[in-house]
Every structure is written in C-alpha cells, then in structure tokens.
C-alpha cells in the first residue's frame, strides 16, 4: 500500500490513464499483481513523467493561466509607467477631477484682475446729467482710461472724470495715496463697499499757467488769446459763455467746463472759491476715452481740433463773476460687471499657463525621483 502510494502522484492519474501504463491489469496479471505489493518502477516513472509534448503543453498551460491572471494589472502599471493614457472612464475622471481642483483657483485669479483692471486701468461710469450735452447723453456709459495720464500729461480737449470731493477748495483737496490703499478701496467699491466720492466729469479747457478768458467780440471763449471754434461739441444753441471771466489757472490745477454751457454746474461757478474755479490735476481719476453703451451711441470721444491749434501757450490774471444752481454732471460707477468680465477673460489663460508649469514641475521631480532603467510616470 505504501507503494501504490509513492507511485501516485497529484495531477499525474489523468495522464496515466490516456499513456495506457495505469491500465486494468489482464486475467493472467492479477494474481501477481496482487502478491507483489511493489509497483513496477517503469510504471512507476511512467505514471510520474509526462512525455516531452505534455511538459510542454502543461508549462504552456500554466503559464497562460498566469498570463492570464496578471494581465491586466500589467496592462495597468504598464499604462502608468510608460506614460500611456488610462481607461477612458479613469480619463474622465481625472479631467472632472481637475477641473473642479482649478475652478476656485480661476474665480480667485478672476477676482483679484478684476479689481486690479478696476483700479488701476479702466472702470465704467454711468452718466446721470446732462450737463455735457451732446457729446454724453443722460443714461451713457463711457470707459476711463485711468493709466493715460501715467504716460502723457493732460492735454486740453480732453474728457476728465474727477474727485469732486473738496475739488473746487486747494485746502479740502483729495490726497493721491498708495498703491495698496488705492487696492483696497477698489477691492471694498467692487463689492458695494466704500464711499465712491463725489465723481464729475467735464472737458479741459485751461491747464496750469493757461490765461483763459471769456469772451472776445465775437463771444468765443480764448485760451492764452486764442479764440476756441466750439461748435462742434457745444450743446445746439448754447453760447460760450453767459459768464464773464478771466483767469490764470494757478500751478498743478485745471479749467474744466461742461459742453451743455447753459446748465454746467463747472469751474465758472466757482470762482469765489479758494481755487478761483480750478480743480487740482491729482484730483483727475482718468479720461474718458469712449461710450459703450448704448451700442446706437458707441463712438470714440477724441480731442476736437480746436485745441490743436499751435498758438495755445500761456498768460495774467484773474477775475470774480456769479453763480447758478446748474448740473455738475456727478457720475456714478457703473457696476462691476465690465472688470469682472475682463477679469475672468484674463484669468484663463493666465490660470491655463499656471497649470501648465505646475505639471512641468511635477514632471521634472518625478523623473528625478524614478529608479535608474524606469521610465518616469506621466
């Protein structure tokens, strides 16, 4: 019994069985068989050892079954380590995954250009008078150029919005302040926050040093002796001037007056104060450089050519008339849709190209990091 054990071996009966050497013994056989407990060692060797097609069809066998098993995570860590794409559900995944990881990172972006755009380059304003009739109508939305002035000086002609707050008073004057106070001003504006000042618009007329006087014998307002050809711009049937003055606009101060000359609430009305009608240059928030809105009124608002004239430089002294209750043409900011737009239209690319050097980096770190003869994850 001992033997017919040893001669049995796991997996090893099914191939005795088809090789013929495990068969019912014959009539003449049995009784030998059964007096002699030991097993024929060729039956033995035989029932143990498969022939050299069934080693190989068995080690192909299990090999397969192996393949087989670990074929995909191969498949898999070979996607990874060679840098060849995922499953396309594991793809999306990771795309969906991504995009809610960088969406706050866009709002973020957008926001901080937005009030960035806001205070330091272009702002929208509403127009609620009509003191600068035609050229801005009740209800116009224009865009100020606030970097201009960074470039170039203020010309005359120009469309300046400015600080009314103590403008026509040199003492009360608003003061220029810094960069990140200016920031968090138009961080607070942009959110409804803030005191946004008592905002005006008007047209240059004089600039420091101008001697500017009405009128001459045809009732034309002179700068430095030049007579301006107003009709262009000035409100259909206005005059000049119904006020009579004659000033030296003072150093670092500006002569501004509205183009609705009749109901301009501007710096003919304030000749009794301590500016004698000027207003300070740094008081200027910017140039109003084009209407937006509505779109029947879109156009550019350029310097008239009146104030091209060559001969425009400077001279004496000043006078003292009268005042009326007129229009100041205060503007009111005109939303913050416009610098969020622009914001979000910057903060793409900007948070595109972000991303991008993002995954250069961890690229660059993980091929430092991979084991020599191994190419680095993607």
Known sequence: ??????????????????????????????????????????????????????????????????AEASGPAEDGAGASAGGQPGPPAARRGRRKRSFWREFPVLVVIALLLAVVIK?????????????????????????????????????????????????????????????????????????????????????VIGLPGDKVACCDAQGRVTVNGVPLNEQSYLYPGDTPSEIRFNVVVPPGRLWVMGDHRLISDDSRNHLGDPGGGTIPENAVIGRAFVIIWPLSRWRILPIPATFQQPKLSAAAAPAAPDTAGLQSARLEPSGSALPLALGFAAAVPVTWLQRRARLRFARRRTARRAPPGRPPAA
């Open 119 to 203: 205070t330091y380059a272009i702002q929208a304003f509403f127009i609620p008078s009509g003191s600068m009739e035609n050229t801005l109508e009740i209800n116009d939305r224009v865009l100020v150029n606030k970097l201009v002035y960074d470039v170039r000086s203020i010309h005359r002609g120009d469309i300046v919005v400015f600080n009314g707050d103590g403008s026509w008073d040199p003492g009360t004057a608003p003061r220029s302040t810094n960069f990140v106070v200016k920031f968090g001003q138009g961080f607070a504006s942009m959110f409804g926050f803030g005191h946004p000042g008592d905002i005006l618009i008007k047209r």
């Open 1 to 66: 019994m001992s033997g017919a054990g040893r001669g049995v071996t796991p997996g090893a009966e099914p191939e005795a069985g088809q090789g013929g050497s495990a068969a019912s013994p014959g009539p003449g056989q049995d009784r030998s068989a059964g007096a002699d407990s030991s097993v024929d060692p060729s039956a033995d060797h035989g029932a143990q050892t498969p022939g050299p097609g069934q080693a190989d069809s068995g080690a192909q066998a299990d090999s397969g079954v192996q």
